[in-house]
């Protein structure tokens, strides 16, 4: 028969193996650095916006206004 402290040693150490693994898994993953390269992409998609409306609203004035 297996004595208890064997048993909870067995226990403990089936319990860290499944906390860790998780863990391991993220530590591998490299699906998380494209991510944080995606920040530094949206500063110019957002001035590429800006101008494509101001150049739009330019067009508009020189609609209105014909000289």
Known sequence: MISRI???S???FISAAIGIAPISVMA???APAPAAASPA?????KSAEK???KTAKK???QRRSPK
């Open 51 to 53: 101008k494509a409306k």
């Open 10 to 12: 067995l226990v403990a």
């Open 28 to 30: 591998a993953d490299p």
């Open 6 to 8: 064997a048993r909870m």
């Open 41 to 45: 992409a949206v500063p110019t998609d």
């Open 59 to 61: 067009e508009k004035r």
